[in-house]
């Protein structure tokens, strides 16, 4: 009676690690014994479960509510209940110790070996009927830890009720919880490896509490989306892709009081907006839920529950739904790269580095204040690449934007000598982080085929759109931040001053080819003092369209896929601000300047997805030739887009305010050609000057062609032409 004494105080105490070893059916030497931990309970019977008869009583053999008892005349173990009676209330509940284990042995191979593809099909919170009984079953990873109990609004979050039951060959606690519905609130309490006890939320719930409130919330896993072979066309590398980059929290707001719309306001806005527009994609900054506004979601903690800032999981899948429905791709932005600190989270979280890395200098970001992935534990890859098929899956979202992948490839990424931990060999590159990234591509390859993976990876890393078959990272595209960062630098300049600059805007081209390359004015490039894309453009307030306008009209054109981030389409003038709405108002000024861009920017996106020759060869060098690449004194570029047939695009750029007449580009195909996008039009707001709609070439030769046109180039303005067929 001792040993069982000390198993009940320690059971009560909350630091009994075993304990469906004590509670539920025991055969013992005296035979089929019951026990039951049922705090403030007066009177407990057992029940037969076949028959809902009495089968014996269970005494209270300790006042803090342990009930045990030998049941007469009963040799073999069975489907019971318990009869409970409270001071106000008599319930029959099934008893969670009487349910074996819930993981089978696959199951758990696969989650210790960091291979199995949908860890969250049987970690986190699941809906489930067993024997007949309706519960929730719940499993969380946490190998250090003393104890894990389940705690929530069903068991007045009172961690001595429900403990749960260790599996000691992959460190996770599993327990079902019968009649816990969907809906309820959630987490984990843990007794951590010092004996600390903490509530975390669970890593896999698939919705979370609003914030600044932290439980997890029972829900159902929402059903597969199938692939779609339309949107999967929508993805390739031959494919017209212009990504418009949205912050759901401030694309707009609700006028009356500055609060968010929700998920279906949302859907319903943006996917008739982005259609109407002519983008292909949307690119949502992070939606997974995460602590504080002000991060963009860029530090998320429930990294598989939609934001409930907008709404439930059931609307953002509706949200997703919609866009899909108006003809429009869905991309995510996806942030395995770090996670913050915050305590209910993933941080320490059974008292040990378990999701991080132990070692500050490997686990610990200095830019942000956040932690970083241990990417060389298998369970912890397990987690992040179930995540990326998740979203795809269970969403079907069309693609990931991965971000700051530098900053997981690299040990030394912003950190001085001293500062960074070298790898096994001695250099600085995270092999554990570039293992998982082949990993995540490669197995996103071939369960989801139809999706894209897109890396943010600002250095010069080789081969991130390569399979991870020929060493590469298995990326599909990169954000190209070399030609941002260049040809922004370009624009910025007095136009007197560009033809010492020339190169920046040429230099992109010798390296075009080394990567699937989109070209990115994102979110990145309008916050934290960098000024709004149009407050960079120097010059007054005509000049400062009409290079907005000219370096849209050049960037449509130039190889690679588009991305433009919101408020960029109408010109926003201030920088972006993630508390408030975009300056709609600007598009009914009376002198109609943002008007203007907004309206080119439409247009640019029809051309761009009727035309083949602006992005059928994006990435092979057939697809491009300069025409003119040298003219530095007067600021002019020329070149041709191709596509397979042979068609072509040719585009020219004058980035100076001066127009220039008569200005004669060779050409392959004589012919009649036309105009068919000029930025300095009146449409746009410019000075519409231009070539008059169609002009005949000339048999005289130019830039090594025996054929050429003569064409008026407006200032501070970008023209495509394109031969009439006869």
Known sequence: MSELSGAINSLIAGHYADPFSLLGMHETENGLEVRALLPDALDVWVLDGATG????????????????????????????????????????????????????????????????????????????????????????????????????????????????????????????????????????????????????????????????ETASCVVRLPPKVEPNAQRRQANNFDAPISIYEVHLASWRRHTDNNFWLSYQDLATQLAEYANEMGFTHIELLPINEHPFDGSWGYQPLGLYAPTRRFGT????????????????????????????????????????????????????????????????????????????????????????????????????????????????????????????????????????????????????????????????????????????????????????????????????????????????????????????????????????????????????????????????????????????????HLLDEPEGWHRGVQQLVKDLNHCYRAQPPLYQLDFQPEGFEWRVVDDRENSVFAFVRRDRQGNEVLVVSNFTPVPREGYRIGINQPGRWREILNTDSWHYHGGNLGNGGALESEAISSHGRSHSLVLTLPPLATIYLTKEVP
């Open 53 to 212: 008869r009495k089968v014996g009583q269970l005494p209270r053999i300790d006042d803090r509510g342990f009930f045990c008892a030998v049941l007469p005349r009963r040799k073999r173990p069975f489907s019971y209940q318990l009869a409970v009676t409270w001071a106000h209330t008599a319930l029959v509940i099934d008893d969670p110790y009487r349910f074996g284990t819930l993981l089978d042995a696959m199951d758990i191979w696969l989650l210790a070996e960091g291979t199995h593809l949908r860890p969250f099909e049987r970690l986190g919170a699941h809906l489930v009927t067993l024997d007949g009984v309706e519960g929730t079953r719940f499993a969380v990873w946490a190998p250090n830890a003393r104890r894990v109990s389940v705690v929530g609004e069903f068991n007045f979050w009172d961690g001595r009720r429900h403990p749960m039951r260790l599996l000691r060959e992959n460190g996770i606690w599993e327990i079902f919880l019968p009649a816990v519905h969907a809906g309820q609130l959630y987490k984990y309490e843990v007794v951590d490896v010092h004996g600390n006890v903490q509530l975390k939320a669970d890593p896999y719930a698939f919705e979370a509490q609003m914030r600044p």
């Open 313 to 584: 999981p059931q609307d953002f899948r509706g949200f997703v739904d919609t866009l899909h429905q108006a003809g429009i791709n869905v991309l995510l932005d996806w942030v395995p790269g770090h996670f913050p600190t915050d305590a209910y989270g993933l941080a320490q979280f059974d008292g040990t580095a378990l999701y991080e890395y132990a070692d500050p200098k490997e686990g610990f970001h200095q830019d942000w204040n956040t932690l970083i992935y241990n990417y060389g534990r298998h369970e912890v890859r397990n987690y992040l690449a179930g995540n990326a098929l998740f979203w795809m899956e269970h969403y079907g979202i069309d693609g990931l934007r991965v971000d700051a992948v530098a900053s997981m490839v690299y040990r030394d990424y912003s950190r001085a000598q001293g500062e960074w931990v070298p790898n096994y060999y001695g250099g600085k590159e995270n092999l554990e982080a570039i293992a998982f990234l082949r990993y995540t591509n490669n197995m996103l390859g071939h369960a989801r085929p139809d999706a894209i993976t897109v890396a943010e990876e600002s250095t010069d890393y080789p081969g991130v759109t390569l399979p991870p078959g020929c060493n590469g990272l298995g990326f599909h595209y990169k954000w190209n931040m070399g030609w941002m960062h260049d040809t922004l630098s370009y624009m910025q300049q007095d136009p007197v001053h560009r033809k010492y600059h020339h190169d920046k805007m040429t230099f992109g081209m010798l390296y075009a080819y080394s990567e699937n390359f989109i070209l990115p004015l994102s979110h990145d490039e309008v916050v934290h003092g960098k000024r709004s894309l149009l407050d960079r453009m120097p010059g007054d307030v005509w000049q400062k369209f009409a290079n907005l306008r000219a370096y849209y009209g050049f960037m449509w054109a130039f190889p690679g896929k588009k991305l433009l981030f919101m408020g960029g389409e109408f010109a926003q003038g201030r920088e972006w601000n993630h508390d408030a709405s975009l300056d709609w």
